[in-house]
Every structure is written in structure tokens, then in C-alpha cells.
């Protein structure tokens, strides 16, 4: 088991940019795959984007791809989401979860390691 913990999230301006960091410990980092998924007031736990745990193959919604960007570095143990060009829609609380393996289907049970999440404001 894997312990996350999800930092950077704040209030921005529409256009603005945040990093979003999650810092994993007492687990193999280089063993599992990352994500980050997103929850708005009144909506379902939705996936973001996804790296495979050799950081060879990486997966993004729609919604964001062009925008944001995720990222892992082995030495840290952490992986990151860069987030550009922030829209208020991209509001919600972000959370970090890990996969033992592969990236699987991306679907949120497929993740059973989760950080406790950070709040992302993106303001009109």
C-alpha cells in the first residue's frame, strides 16, 4: 500500500495556470501506476489523467487534453499535474490515487490508494 499526499491546489483566475504535486511513500513508487481524478460539488469522482508506472504511456479526458499534463519523477517519488489554461469548469477538489501494475482501464475502483485530495478554484 502506497500513502499519497496531494499538494498545490489553490485559487486562480480563468487562463491561470496551478501544478498540482503528490508525494507517495512507503510503498514502491516505480511499481504502480498514477492518477489524478477530479470531484465537483454534486458530481461524480471523474478521471483527469493517468501514467503508467514506467512513465512510458500517459491518458488524459477530453476535456483537458492540450491543457494539463501529468508527470512522474522516480527520484521524488512524486507525480504532477501541470494544469494550463484553467477554465472555471475545471473546478473541483483533485485527488492522487495509485494502481499496483498497469493503468488498467482508468476506471476510479480500479484505484485503491488514494490521497485525501486538494482544492482547485478557477475564478471568472
Known amino acids: 500500500q502506497v500513502q499519497l499526499v496531494e499538494s498545490g491546489g489553490g485559487l486562480v483566475q480563468a487562463g491561470g495556470s496551478l501544478r498540482l504535486s503528490c508525494a507517495a511513500s512507503?510503498?514502491?513508487?516505480?511499481?504502480?501506476?498514477m492518477a489524478w481524478f477530479r470531484q465537483a460539488p454534486g458530481k461524480e469522482r471523474e478521471f483527469v489523467a493517468a501514467?503508467?508506472?514506467?512513465?512510458?504511456?500517459?491518458y488524459y479526458t477530453d476535456s483537458v487534453k492540450g491543457r494539463f499534463t501529468i508527470s512522474r519523477d522516480y527520484a521524488k517519488n512524486t507525480v504532477y499535474l501541470q494544469m494550463n489554461s484553467l477554465k472555471p469548469e475545471d473546478t473541483a477538489v483533485y485527488y492522487c490515487a495509485a494502481r499496483l501494475g498497469g493503468l488498467g482501464r482508468l476506471g476510479r475502483s480500479e484505484y485503491h490508494d488514494w490521497g485525501q485530495g486538494t482544492q482547485v478554484t478557477v475564478s471568472s
Open positions: 512507503k510503498g514502491t513508487f516505480s511499481s504502480y501506476s
Open positions: 501514467i503508467s508506472w514506467s512513465g512510458s504511456s500517459s
